[in-house]
């Protein structure tokens, strides 16, 4: 499985962006995709999932309100919307995909794709 995100790039506090993730290959007929996020010098941190399975989401507490992934499963497709961006939003954003684990633990995805890089400036 291979997965790629786009939709990264450089906008002003307060601004939107939508990142699209693509998942290639042999996947299963049950999966959950999500995103991770990772900053300069920071942890990598949990931000969304979504189920291909009756698209069940779940969010970091940081992106309730602000963020929503949606999914086209037929697609192999998520997305996710980004609205008020924030400076500390800044981060690399790595689509993820778990054939058997969710949720916010990074050990629960089995396929990571490269990232997608968002800058919020102030």
């Known amino acids: 499985v291979q997965l790629q995100a786009s939709g990264g790039g450089l906008v002003q506090a307060g601004d939107s962006l939508r990142l699209s993730c693509v998942a290639s290959?042999?996947?299963?007929?049950?999966?959950?995709m999500g995103w991770f996020r990772q900053a300069p010098g920071e942890e990598r941190e949990f931000v969304a999932s979504?189920?291909?399975?009756?698209?069940?989401?779940s969010y970091a507490d940081f992106a309730k309100g602000r963020f929503t992934t949606s999914g086209d499963f037929a697609k192999n497709t998520v997305y996710l919307q980004m609205n008020s961006l924030e400076p500390e939003d800044t981060a690399v954003y790595y689509c993820?995909?778990?054939?058997?684990?969710?949720?916010?633990?990074?050990?629960?995805?089995?396929?990571w794709g490269k990232g997608t890089q968002v800058t919020v400036s102030s």
């Open positions: 290959g042999r996947t299963s007929t049950s999966y959950t």
């Open positions: 993820v995909l778990g054939l058997s684990g969710t949720g916010s633990l990074s050990r629960n995805y089995n396929y």
């Open positions: 979504i189920s291909s399975r009756g698209s069940r989401t």
